[in-house]
């Protein structure tokens, strides 16, 4: 029965049988797994309340057949103060919901798991603007998982956008997965997209290329941009039906 041991922050926690509940954790070393906390219910739990939702935590769990077991926690950050906010716990149920959608394989990536620590870490000290932070969140983690939103030249002529905006409105094309100039919509693009009002390509890419922990958007603009990275998330989400099979998923994992 091999044991491993890893980082892990709680996605979910689901109530299972009489005493026990089935955790989601996306971990440092083995990517998405699920495993089952025996006896977390019971009043007298060696777990205490060290699971909670996006909790980050050190832990032990050995492999079962259909479920792994985890044995031995330590909290290292319990993003208490992201919990205990509404606005707050909103947007860290996006950030979930984001992670379902773009990383629910079960291969480990250490930079998508340093990203949502990131992420939770830069809203808990944050009392405002919780939308930007699950903007940037989005658009990293799409690059990390190969979906990136092509933000230089037109998806469809690869004219340069710079400047384009005097011949009317860019759009967002979420099938192309980028930005189509006003020419080529024009010419007669057929599937879904939208006008970028003026400054959301720029909001998009500074976004991008920021840390997160600066993620800003400017008054006015949060909306059109939310609008894109939803729709990008949503058009490009390979994980999204994996990740609910989750136990099921038994490879990636170290010895
Ligand atoms: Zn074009």
Same mark, same amino acid.
């Given at each position: 029965?091999?044991?491993?041991?890893?980082?892990?922050?709680?996605?979910?926690?689901?109530?299972?049988?009489? !005493?026990?509940?089935? +955790?989601?954790?996306? /971990?440092? $070393?083995? @990517? *998405? %797994?699920?495993?089952?906390?025996?006896?977390?219910?019971?009043?007298?739990?060696?777990?205490?309340?060290?699971?909670?939702?996006?909790?980050?935590?050190?832990?032990?769990?050995?492999?079962?057949?259909?479920?792994?077991?985890?044995?031995?926690?330590?909290?290292?950050?319990?993003?208490?103060?992201?919990?205990?906010?509404?606005?707050?716990?909103?947007?860290?149920?996006?950030?979930?919901?984001?992670?379902?959608?773009?990383?629910?394989?079960?291969?480990?990536?250490?930079?998508?798991?340093?990203?949502?620590?990131? !992420?939770?870490?830069? +809203?808990?000290?944050? /009392?405002? $603007?919780? @939308? *930007? %932070?699950?903007?940037?969140?989005?658009?990293?983690?799409?690059?990390?998982?190969?979906?990136?939103?092509?933000?230089?030249?037109?998806?469809?002529?690869?004219?340069?956008?710079?400047?384009?905006?005097?011949?009317?409105?860019?759009?967002?094309?979420?099938?192309?997965?980028?930005?189509?100039?006003?020419?080529?919509?024009?010419?007669?693009?057929?599937?879904?997209?939208?006008?970028?009002?003026?400054?959301?390509?720029?909001?998009?890419?500074?976004?991008?290329?920021?840390?997160?922990?600066?993620?800003?958007?400017?008054?006015?603009?949060?909306?059109?941009?939310?609008?894109?990275?939803?729709?990008? %998330?949503?058009?490009?989400?390979?994980?999204?039906?994996?990740?609910?099979?989750?136990?099921?998923?038994?490879?990636?994992?170290?010895?």
């Amino acid at each position: 029965m091999a044991v491993y041991k890893s980082k892990g922050i709680v996605l979910r926690s689901i109530r299972y049988g009489e !005493a026990d509940r089935i +955790l989601d954790l996306y /971990t440092r $070393d083995a @990517g *998405s %797994v699920s495993v089952i906390a025996k006896g977390i219910r019971r009043t007298k739990s060696r777990f205490g309340g060290r699971l909670e939702p996006l909790s980050c935590v050190d832990f032990l769990a050995y492999e079962g057949r259909t479920l792994d077991t985890i044995t031995q926690v330590e909290v290292l950050r319990s993003f208490h103060g992201v919990r205990e906010d509404l606005a707050r716990l909103e947007t860290a149920g996006g950030l979930v919901a984001t992670m379902r959608a773009l990383a629910g394989g079960d291969e480990a990536d250490r930079r998508v798991f340093n990203l949502l620590y990131h !992420a939770l870490d830069t +809203l808990e000290g944050r /009392t405002e $603007d919780h @939308g *930007s %932070v699950a903007s940037a969140f989005a658009l990293k983690l799409s690059m990390l998982s190969g979906y990136a939103l092509r933000l230089d030249a037109c998806v469809s002529c690869e004219r340069n956008l710079d400047g384009l905006a005097d011949e009317g409105f860019l759009y967002y094309a979420p099938p192309l997965g980028g930005v189509l100039c006003p020419e080529c919509r024009r010419a007669g693009y057929a599937g879904d997209a939208f006008p970028l009002p003026d400054g959301t390509l720029d909001a998009l890419r500074t976004l991008v290329s920021r840390p997160l922990k600066e993620a800003r958007v400017e008054d006015g603009l949060g909306e059109s941009v939310r609008r894109v990275v939803a729709a990008h %998330v949503i058009a490009h989400a390979p994980g999204n039906a994996s990740f609910l099979d989750a136990p099921d998923r038994r490879s990636a994992r170290p010895a």
